[in-house]
């Protein structure tokens, strides 16, 4: 079946760096990628959609400053958050569908920032 | 504005019962439907996935869809522990160009 793989899948940082999150399609290509964050006991929520080739579409509340999306080929997409803080502390996973209105999501990137 | 509801539980029910689980969703041009399973820590994984209305089965699990209604259902039958999780609801505007949008879950427990 069609995996999203995910690195990393855990990531520990201090306060003001910057962590990037990468998300590639192993066995189809995917010209759209979709970012969800998900904290303790509440659902995924989408983050953004990241367009291979243009510019990622970022939903509402959702600082583009701060969470910077490349989709720079049909495999890769990566969610940088730049400048983190404690609060953004949180589960990040990405989605991608291989077709048939399927979604794929990765394994997750639990970011701890400290 | 898109919104999904689903009671959070935690839902118990005894080893070998059936588990009914229930959505409800706001957006009427919603047309594709799916539930997800997610263990604590790790990402969601796809159980079913329904786009017309009535009941799809597979295996132990049946979703049902009922659009006048706007109401989502996933039935687990011969409940087993390892099926205790969240149950996540996703609902699809249009072509899928928007992601999915979730419901914040059901937590499942089946106790042995």
């Known amino acids: 079946g069609a995996v999203v793989s995910q690195h990393p899948s855990w990531v520990i940082c201090k306060s003001g760096t910057s962590v990037k999150i990468e998300c590639r399609s192993l066995?189809?290509?995917?010209?759209?990628m979709f970012w969800y964050r998900q904290f303790p006991k509440q659902s995924l929520m989408l983050m953004a959609t990241s367009n291979e080739g243009s510019k990622a579409t970022y939903e509402q509340g959702v600082e583009k400053d701060k969470f910077l999306i490349n989709h720079a080929s049909l495999t890769l997409s990566t969610l940088t958050v730049t400048s983190a803080h404690p609060e953004d502390s949180s589960f990040y996973i990405c989605?991608?569908?291989?077709?048939?209105?399927?979604?794929?999501f990765g394994s997750g990137t639990r970011l701890t920032v400290v | 504005q898109k919104e999904v509801e689903q009671n959070s539980g935690p839902l118990s029910v005894p080893e070998g019962a059936i588990a009914s689980l229930n959505c409800t969703y706001s957006?009427?041009?919603?047309?594709?439907f799916f539930w997800y399973r997610q263990y604590s820590g790790k990402s969601p994984e796809l159980i079913m996935s329904?786009?017309?209305?009535g009941d799809k089965e597979d295996g132990r699990f049946t979703a049902q869809l009922n659009k006048a209604s706007q109401y989502v259902s996933l039935l687990i039958r011969d409940s087993q522990p390892s099926d205790s999780a969240t149950y996540l609801c996703a609902v699809l505007l249009g072509g899928g160009a928007d992601g999915l949008t979730f419901g914040k879950g059901t937590h499942l427990i089946i106790q042995p």
């Open positions: 066995d189809f290509q995917a010209t759209t």
């Open positions: 957006d009427r041009g919603s047309q594709s």
């Open positions: 989605s991608a569908s291989p077709g048939q209105q399927g979604y794929t």
């Open positions: 329904i786009y017309s209305n």
